[in-house]
C-alpha cells in the first residue's frame, strides 16, 4: 500500500512569492491534516479535513495561507505571499478517521526555504 | 504550561542500554497517546500508541500510561545505535486536537 505522497520534496522562493505544496493521502483516509514543522519543534497542525471539509484551521494564518482538498482525496496548500519566517517543512498527515483512537501516518514533507 | 511537555535532550545511552523517554501532558481529557520516531531529515514515524493506564510491550518498546499523574513514557530495551532518532509524544485531546511536544533527541553511543 503506497503511504502519503508529497511534492515537491524541496522548494526555494523569494520572499513574497507564491508557493503551493500537494498531497495525496493513503487511499481509504478521509481525514488529512498538514502540519508546520520548525528545527528542533513538533508538527504543529495547520489545518485538518473530514473528507472535503475543513473541520479545524484555527491555526493557519488566513491572510497569507489556504488550502483546499476539493474531492476529499488531495490537498493543496498555498501561501501567498511567502515571508522569510515561512521557512519550514510542511507535513502531510492522513488518519482513517479522526475519533479519539485515530493513528496519523505522514508523508515525507516538503522543505521550503525563503530567501 | 505547554500541552505536551519533553525534555529536549540530549539524552545519551549507551549501546544496549535501557532508554528512558519521558512526557507530561495537561489535558485530563485526553484519550489516545503515541510514539513517533523521527530521524534527523525524515518526516515522523509511529511506534507506539497506547490508550490505558499500564504497560504496553511491543518488540524491544514498551509505552507505559499514568493518567492520573498525566504522564506517558517509552522505553527502548537493548539501545542500538540505530535507535539514535528523536522521539516526539502525541496525545489526542480532549476535542480530538492532535498534538504533539517538542521531541527528545536520543543518542545510543556504540
Known amino acids: 500500500e503506497a503511504g502519503v505522497v508529497q511534492s515537491p520534496r524541496y522548494k526555494i522562493i523569494e520572499k513574497k512569492q507564491p508557493v503551493a505544496f500537494w498531497c495525496n493521502p493513503i487511499?481509504?483516509?478521509?481525514?488529512l491534516y498538514w502540519y508546520l514543522q520548525n528545527l528542533g519543534q513538533g508538527p504543529e497542525l495547520l489545518i485538518r479535513?473530514?473528507?472535503?471539509?475543513?473541520?479545524?484551521d484555527s491555526q493557519l494564518p488566513k491572510d497569507r495561507f489556504s488550502a483546499e482538498r476539493l474531492k476529499g482525496v488531495d490537498s493543496t496548500l498555498k501561501i501567498q505571499p511567502a515571508e522569510l519566517g515561512d521557512s519550514a517543512v510542511y507535513l502531510c498527515?492522513?488518519?482513517?478517521?479522526?475519533?479519539?483512537?485515530?493513528?496519523?501516518?505522514f508523508g515525507p514533507g516538503t522543505r521550503l526555504t525563503v530567501l | 504550561q505547554k500541552e505536551v511537555e519533553q525534555n529536549s535532550g540530549p539524552l545519551s545511552v549507551p549501546e544496549g542500554a535501557i532508554a528512558s523517554l519521558n512526557c507530561t501532558y495537561s489535558?485530563?481529557?485526553?484519550?489516545?497517546f503515541f510514539w513517533y520516531r523521527q530521524y534527523s531529515g525524515k518526516s515522523p514515524e509511529l511506534i507506539m500508541f497506547?490508550?490505558?493506564?499500564g504497560d504496553k510491550e511491543d518488540g524491544r518498546f514498551t509505552a507505559q500510561l499514568n493518567k492520573a499523574s498525566q504522564y506517558v513514557s517509552l522505553l527502548i530495551r537493548d539501545s542500538q545505535p540505530s535507535d539514535s532518532a528523536t522521539y516526539l509524544c502525541?496525545?489526542?485531546?480532549?476535542?480530538?486536537?492532535?498534538?504533539f511536544g517538542t521531541g527528545t533527541r536520543l543518542k545510543v553511543l556504540a
Open positions: 487511499s481509504g483516509h478521509n481525514t
Open positions: 498527515a492522513s488518519s482513517s478517521d479522526s475519533g479519539a483512537y485515530n493513528e496519523q501516518f
Open positions: 497506547i490508550y490505558s493506564n
Open positions: 502525541a496525545v489526542i485531546s480532549g476535542t480530538y486536537k492532535y498534538i
Open positions: 489535558d485530563r481529557g485526553s484519550q489516545s
Open positions: 479535513y473530514e473528507n472535503e471539509e475543513a473541520v479545524d
